[in-house]
């Protein structure tokens, strides 16, 4: 396999697409030539359209240098016979102009300008050979206009398909990366600085209406301990379970990411601390009664600890947060696997180191 196609395969399909393309404009040219009398051009589309099948099936078969060969060595012969064989203004030489592109997307630094200079000598030799040479076997003037303005619509069509091509692509490009910013790739949640983002826009929305909101932090019981005994691939299998669980459990507009290792940042809007409280048991029993065994094919028990706050009027969400992993310090430590929600941070804990 190339090394090139796993660098940029969404090229590669669209030059095997462009390989049927070509033929059919070939099959085109055939039956224009035959009709013109000049058999030479005529036939040299046969052996073309025998050249972009083999293309089109090597780059099937991902043997991508071989197409690639086989379609330079075909446009470029192709232009030069056209050229030398009917004149310069039949626009035969336009398709080598098709390359510019191609190279800068398949080729880089030196060998990408080598490549571009080949080009731009072959362009300029056909100009000159035409500028001091007659045809060899000239058309009328209306069918050169002809054939010229057929060459000028394939290359204009074909420039827009790849124009369109390189477009999507930058468009699908940007998007994969805004996803790489923004998700877990484990989980496919929102990554730390994503859902720290949205939740401070949230926060936001709920002090400029004056509605609740309430952030949940959820800790994974014991969870070294699993990937100590079962293994780190069974560790991440967990980790993905509840990601597809609490997004099974709460509502499409609710924040949910993973906050790091195996804790998860939640925010609730338009939720007071009692519903959030409601919520949160929910989450545990739904994490709790989970069918581990059957997915982790390990019998093992799996539970949470949740810990809540409900936001205050125009405080920071490191606030909120902080009075979250208090209320979650106290689950883990009045036995794990339990909800607790608070709006204060307790006396007796406030100056407490809160390391889990």
Known sequence: ?????????????????????????????????????SPILAWVNVISVMMYAVAYYAY????????TSLVWTEVVAHAALGT???????????????????????MRGKTAVTALMILFALYAGLYLQSYWHEPLQPISANALLGVFFFNLSVVFAMFSYLGFFYAKSISSANRKL????????LTQLYNRRQAKA???????????NSLP????????DHFKLINDVYGHDKGDQVLQYIAKIMQRELRQHDI???????????????????????????????IGSHAW?????????????????????????????????????????EGRNRVTAIQEIPKHIANTSLER
């Open 1 to 37: 396999m190339d090394r090139s196609t796993s660098q940029r395969p969404e090229f590669w399909r669209v030059a095997q697409r462009t390989c049927i393309i070509a033929a059919a404009v070939d099959i085109a040219f055939f039956g224009i030539f035959l009709a013109l009398k």
């Open 60 to 67: 099937g078969k991902r043997m991508n240098g071989l197409a």
């Open 84 to 106: 030398v064989l009917i004149g310069w203004g039949s626009g035969f030489h336009y398709y080598l102009l098709m390359f510019i592109p191609a190279l800068a997307v398949t």
């Open 178 to 185: 805004n996803r790489l910013a923004s998700v877990d790739e």
């Open 198 to 208: 949205l939740a401070e826009t949230e926060l936001s929305r709920a002090d400029r």
């Open 213 to 220: 909101l309430s952030a949940m932090l959820l800790d994974i």
């Open 256 to 286: 949910i990411g993973r906050w790091g290792g195996e804790e998860f940042m939640i925010v609730l809007p338009e939720t007071d601390l009692a519903h959030a409280e409601y919520i949160g048991e929910r989450l545990r029993n739904a």
């Open 293 to 333: 065994g059957t997915d982790l094919g390990h019998e093992i028990q799996i539970t949470a600890s949740i810990g809540i706050s409900q936001h205050k009027q125009n405080e920071t969400f490191n606030r909120l947060l902080k009075r979250a992993d208090t209320a979650l310090y106290m689950s883990k430590s």
